[in-house]
């Protein structure tokens, strides 16, 4: 009997030890994972395009759902007021003058991002993150300068603005380009005459890149080529908004964007995955009924006015981010990379950059902006204004407008008239958010602050308006 029990007490005690090597053997749990980051990025989207930030003629529930169920930003600004330049900074870290990408990169250009810099796919693979984009590079379209040689995995999707072809759809042949390419991976696919079906394709490789790679973490960026001009929808959403064919363009987008979150909720993702969704510029607005909106916001695209730069933010992550939360100081594309380091843990870019992680706001353990200050350069490295805390100052440059102009109709532009802005203009944009009453006469000693601040930036980083150049400017990557 004595035995019998001995060797029972030595089979359970087996079984025991047995569970608990086989315990340590499992999969980390949720909490344990390394979150997903999921990065969208619409390009030519105003600040009022969003159903939660005003709009009224076109729904966009996923969007508005995604805002309940984390943090909307009213304070959030591109890294610049146009395409190349705006991907740069949120993928980068940095100004984009900082590592010379400026403007819009075109097919006769024959530089891209350079190879010593550090994009958010190449930090997150070193943490071993799985990389994909889906949609618009615009940040080199020669071999060197590919998204597959920056980190990504895997590429499907265009390498420069979809205008840049030699047929558009309602002005004819205006560009001296080559047929706009559809890239798979380092390969041209096809080349793309008509884009309707395009919004879409990215949408089902978004999901399909989810569902293969739910087993491991994973970094997904879908920059959309649209509501970029010449804007394209597909059959599902034409005609289904108020606004006509812009706001079809939005409906489809939103709808992109729920195909993602149900993605990521069928595959158990929901809790451990960052969501944010931003745009790369303000509204083209000489377009008119083709161009979205920044009301109440002044101008648009191609101007450092918040009209320009101040875009849509939401982001969402259901372990860390409280629901509904409302952020109202200022923050910029450039602090993106810093906070997702921060969120991963990973080791930020040898080479200095400008951004400063924003996740003890948006987790509820700060109320600061992340930067004291924040500097709007345009062009060619021309400081035009700087937002210091509720205000921003602009420098003497000249800007586009279409106050006082014929709108462009049904996809041609109307003609933009420039302004020259002759003295410092000074705005409290949180009372004044459309920059109507310049006060630098009232607040000499705000004035004096910022200058200060803007010559230290000068000197880091130029300012061809002064023609003076930056001692930590880096050069973009050349062709050999």
């Known amino acids: 009997m004595k035995i019998a029990l001995n060797i029972i007490i030595l ?94 990169l075109g097919p006769d250009n024959t530089h891209g991002i350079n190879s010593k810099e550090t994009t958010l796919a190449e930090m997150l693979k070193a943490k071993g993150y799985a990389t994909a984009i889906y949609g618009k590079w615009h940040l080199g379209h020669h071999q060197p300068f590919l998204p597959t040689r920056h980190g990504f995995d895997e590429w499907f999707g265009i390498p420069y603005s979809n205008d840049m072809w030699p047929y558009h759809p309602q002005q004819g042949p205006i560009f001296n380009f080559p047929d706009l390419p559809l890239y798979e991976n380092e390969t041209i696919k096809d080349t793309l005459t008509e884009q309707s079906l395009l919004t879409t394709q990215i949408t089902e490789r978004s999901v399909d890149f989810i569902n293969r790679k ?33 706001g079809d363009v939005i409906m489809e987008i939103d709808w992109s964007v729920g195909q993602i979150m149900k993605a990521l909720k069928d595959n158990g993702l929901e809790e451990d995955t960052m969501v944010i969704f931003t745009s790369d510029n303000g509204p083209w607005l000489s377009y008119g009924n083709h161009a979205g909106s920044a009301y109440p916001l002044r101008e648009g695209k ?118 020259d802005m002759e003295e410092i203009e000074l705005y409290d944009v949180v009372n004044d958010v459309e920059e109507q009453f310049n006060v630098a006469d009232e607040h000499p000693e705000v004035v004096a602050t910022i200058k200060v601040l803007a010559n230290d930036m000068r000197h880091r980083l130029g300012d061809a308006l002064l023609d003076l150049d930056g001692t930590e400017t880096r050069k973009a990557g050349q062709l050999k």
């Open 214 to 246: 739910k087993d491991e973490p994973f970094f997904l960026y879908v920059p959309h080529p649209q509501p970029h001009v010449p804007l394209f929808v597909s059959e599902k959403f034409k005609g289904k908004s108020k606004n006509g064919l812009y």
């Open 11 to 104: 089979c359970v005690s087996a079984l025991i030890l047995s569970a608990c090597q086989n315990k340590t053997k499992e999969k980390k749990g949720p909490a344990d994972r390394l979150p997903n980051i999921v990065l969208i990025f619409t390009d030519d989207q105003g600040y009022h395009d969003v159903g939660v930030y005003g709009a009224t003629d076109f729904e966009t529930p996923n969007l508005d759902q995604m805002a309940r169920d984390g943090a909307m930003l009213t304070s959030y600004y591109a890294a610049q007021a146009v395409c190349s330049a705006s991907r740069a900074g949120i993928l980068t870290g940095c100004y984009p003058n900082r590592i010379g990408i400026h403007n819009a």
């Open 302 to 419: 191609g101007t450092a006015w918040e009209g320009g730069q101040r875009e849509p933010f939401l982001i969402k992550y259901p372990r860390a981010i409280p629901k509904g939360t409302v952020l109202e100081v200022p923050v910029m594309a450039i602090d993106m990379l810093p906070t997702v380091a921060e969120v991963v843990g990973a080791d930020l870019p040898p080479l200095p950059i400008d951004g400063k992680s924003a996740w003890p706001l948006f987790t509820g353990k700060s109320t600061e902006s992340p930067q004291k200050a924040y500097f709007f350069y345009y062009r060619v490295n021309e400081l035009f204004g700087v937002r210091y805390g509720k205000w921003k100052l602009y420098f003497p440059h000249t800007y586009r407008t279409m106050e006082g102009q014929e709108p462009g109709k049904d996809g041609l532009p109307g003609n933009y008239r420039m302004v």
